[in-house]
């Protein structure tokens, strides 16, 4: 195999940079053949990354990633720094790369954080990272490092295998290919890995404030998402924002029994479930007033986009087993509106914890997807101006007895007024250089996406150090994210791999 | 206070059975003398039994209790023994002791299973008892083994403290009390202890038919439930059915991110609210079509008696902290209709714990309480055909993939058909002398509740056993029945033993 490499090496050598297809096509066969030779020491690699908590509410559990992530960017050569907004916040990984003689910077973001873990539907524990067939997710666990070899459908199952460790893996492995074959980044590297981007990244912009003249360049790589559900490629050029909104409603004082107080004593989850019910339909319509009135039109380039897009909804649905959609749409077009997700509800209990009793609250949690030009702050406005119509007397804090005596309905909103949408030019020069390098490396047409459905700070980036940003998601759609057994797809990493190799080496704009 | 004790057992002696009154004022001092001399002791014994773990869907927790109950009354010369409805399930305690000469046999009931208790706002541990100051109950807890003398405002804090584990002890040391005053009971003693009522009395029904023969008598006094708010007594007549309802929605078969599925897979969260906001609305009123149609109206009597109840409104609001009540009647008066208690919904998290995913399912507890003429059938087929004239596919079974594939809209119902209501007529002869004797041992008017609002098998015992029941509830209104920080007032205890001692020696009929 190393005989092999060597003269791949030398092969491209030669081809020289006037013909950046062929030496696309070189270049990616020498990254595909050393992937292919050490599939499982990148997979071991990657798994010692997965293997430690990442949930941004536990602060030292998000120092013990950076100094793992600082140790492997600093054995690639890379100067590093934790980026901090203050005491006691987790740290942003800064890593610096100069190539010598490139003309162009290009700052790379992943997040290195994720999401709560504590669904009880976890096969295993989302922090032991185990390998499963991605045909039998429900089926036994493989011992992949006794295994001849690694099938491309194996997944392994890990909280941020897929959001959003994948991508820094991707690029650390990347790097290791490039040196093996001899070829050198043609473009200055930065990277700027978040840790707390699943909490709503709260310190972000104080961060890159802070240190705004570290992170300059010409480009901005957001890596993060999904790649489309049919499998192949896209870039994205925009997210939607996200605003959370935690709802408590309150009843008695103390738990009642639901036999001796029920139709007198006010249910607190009755309360909830119609004040939710009243929130939006089952369409996915959002019954708020006025909430749509900030909402930026498509483009008619960017409804071209859409629709090139190719068909997924008759596979989805199938696999998904619905027996029906929201709204009658197709995904893109239904992700590309502004969104009101109910992620939870908990009140009393279920099954054999049920007790016939009446709770003393009851909670929901909603994320809110945004879109240009709508706002955080507009749409709690709204919000709370609908819930006060509806004769609720809204408070940030918990009330206490007095203010639970004094109104009849009374509801605790308590906001996370994250950041609002992003939507770029999809035809600025280095937008189509990604896609340009994107489509050499993986042989096939790029989709393009106006806007990913999921969020990202792509305005604070936007916004804060004003260069160009693309977005380069790799991992499978149906990963899991966010969710119990979240997982990669093992062939989404090395394709992943050849990606960023492309991207380090022959971005031309 | 031995001297005291033999003093009043020979005024007692002497005054005979022709002057009741003052018979029972006798024995009253008497038997308070003793409680109050043996109050450390009586504690300790309930602490014994309360630290038994009984929620029934663990067999041998119950039978564990259950012999623990029959070494009890084994003590107090009683026969007993334990009727099965089947293998592995939960007996019933049957314990019988004959008094010579005795006319009357009397059927003691109480259950001695409980409520499950893995709700989180437990304070302590719900089967270590631990005893709080009433007027502090979030204080700390108290060295009552070295305390100089037991309050009568503590309470013991334990799963079953009040249900209905307390008449139990009530039982035991009325017992206890009237041999150290030399008095004999002068009704037979039967005793059924039901151990599983709190999972709907599922096999009552067997039990009772296969051991008619055992269970004959002329009366069945029933002590579960909480006395009046006010804190007077009261006995009732009859209490509300119920009937279990357990429903779940299904989303797509694997969960999936908000942002990129969000407004196009149906979310079964908001599936679920706008089923259960369409179930009742916000004032107790049930909106399933003919739900009220089987309801038999309160007689005149029965509305008088309800009218009769003291004002506890206003004291319970302000304790409650209550802004508003549901449908503006009385307590009493609510509680006579048939409710609809949303008692747990669950899907995805709140708080930190929200992930941004759609669930694949949601679920949602209901309790129904009815009132004489509903039955559980019948409130199943109108709930059933209500759902489905809201486009629902209803089925009692987990639904596969096919099933959720064809139909728009999913919901699995399971249903636990528990048993009817019952209502007495409350002028009968030993109804009546119940009564009498309650007022005689308390020295106060007892208040009249045609019907409890919580549930108890009555109509199962009325139909099985076919003898008058009265129902004689013995706890504080406020002792967190069927939720966490269950507690019993010690001075209901110390009532609840002058209670039991009077109607086992005067019920006079």
Not at 249 to 272: D, E, F, K, Q
């Amino acid at each position: 195999m190393k005989a092999l490499l060597v003269a791949i090496s030398a092969l491209a050598s030669v081809i020289g940079a006037g013909a950046p297809a062929l030496a696309a096509d070189a270049l990616r066969d020498q990254v595909r053949a050393y992937t292919a030779a050490h599939q499982k020491p990148i997979l071991e690699e990657f798994v010692a990354l997965l293997a430690l908590p990442n949930v941004a509410t536990s602060v030292p559990d998000i120092e013990t990633n950076a100094s793992h992530l600082r140790v492997e960017l600093d054995k690639r050569g890379f100067i590093t720094r934790s980026l901090y907004a203050g005491p006691e916040t987790p740290p942003a990984v800064y890593g610096e790369l100069q190539s010598p003689g490139a003309k162009r910077t290009v700052v790379f973001y992943a997040h290195y954080d994720g999401q709560p873990a504590a669904q009880p539907e976890w096969r295993s524990d989302p922090f032991k990272p185990v390998v499963r067939d991605g045909a039998r997710v429900d089926g036994p666990e493989i011992d992949w490092r006794a295994a001849p070899r690694l099938e491309p459908e194996w997944r392994v199952f890990a909280r941020s295998a897929s959001d959003d460790k994948a991508p820094i893996q991707a690029m650390l492995s990347a790097l290791d290919a490039l040196k093996a074959a001899g070829r050198k980044p043609t473009v200055n590297i930065k990277v700027f890995y978040e840790g707390e981007e699943e909490q709503g990244s709260p310190n972000l912009s104080r961060i890159l404030q802070a240190h705004k003249s570290l992170l300059t360049g010409d480009l901005f790589v957001l890596s993060d998402g999904p790649r489309h559900p049919s499998g192949r490629m896209q870039v994205f050029f925009g997210a939607r924002g996200v605003t959370g909104l935690e709802l408590t409603v309150y009843g008695p004082l103390r738990p009642l029994h639901s036999g001796h107080y029920g139709n007198w004593a006010p249910n607190p989850a009755v309360s909830l479930v119609r004040l939710l019910s009243g929130l939006r339909d089952d369409e996915g319509r959002i019954l708020i007033p006025g909430f749509y009135d900030d909402v930026r039109p498509l483009t008619s380039a960017e409804q071209a986009a859409l629709a090139a897009l190719p068909d997924v909804e008759t596979q989805l649905r199938r696999e998904l087993a619905l027996g029906r959609t929201e709204g009658g749409e197709r995904v893109a077009n239904a992700i590309a509106r502004p969104a009101l997700n109910l992620r939870g509800v908990r009140m009393g209990d279920v099954g054999d914890k049920a007790a016939n009793a009446i709770s003393t609250e009851a909670r929901a949690s909603i994320d809110f997807r945004l879109v240009p030009d709508q706002t955080p702050q507009r749409v709690r406005e709204r919000v709370e101006a609908f819930l006060r119509s509806q004769g609720w007397f809204v408070t940030a804090d918990e009330p206490d007895a007095a203010v639970r005596a004094a109104h009849p309905r009374v509801v605790r909103a308590e906001w996370s007024l994250d950041y609002p949408a992003y939507r770029a030019d999809m035809e600025a020069a280095p937008a189509k250089a990604v896609v340009a390098s994107i489509a050499r490396s993986t042989g096939a047409e790029v989709l393009r996406l106006p806007m990913l459905g999921g969020s990202v700070p792509m305005d604070t980036f936007a916004r804060e150090l004003g260069m160009p940003i693309v977005g380069v998601p790799l991992a499978n759609a149906d990963n899991n994210q966010h969710a119990a057994n979240e997982n990669l797809r093992l062939q989404n990493l090395w394709d992943g791999i050849e990606i960023y190799a492309g991207l380090l080496t022959d971005l031309q704009w």
